[in-house]
């Protein structure tokens, strides 16, 4: 803290307090954002509509995946 504002990155110590706290929240925000996904995911898994995932069904998805940027960077190209 005390380089940074020797440094002149901060201009005083609460600066780098201020800083720390909103990076703090902007963690904790993701961290809310990420358990409620959880949340979604385990109850949809409770009512029985999850998928099931095997190496096939991950082939088939990154091969769509693929399929769909491929498309997407042809279009993008055309419009230049």
């Given amino acids: 803290m005390h380089d940074a504002v020797a440094a002149g990155r901060l201009h005083r110590p609460e600066d780098a307090l201020r800083e720390a706290m909103r990076l703090w929240e902007r963690r904790e925000r993701a961290r809310a ?29 990154a091969e769509d995946v693929k399929q769909r940027g491929r498309s997407r960077l042809k279009a993008e190209q055309q419009q230049k």
Wanted: some cysteine.
């Fill in 33 to 61: 954002r990420i358990l409620a996904v959880v949340d979604e995911a385990e109850a949809s898994l409770a009512c029985d509509e999850g998928l099931v995932i095997t190496e096939d069904s991950m082939r088939g998805l």
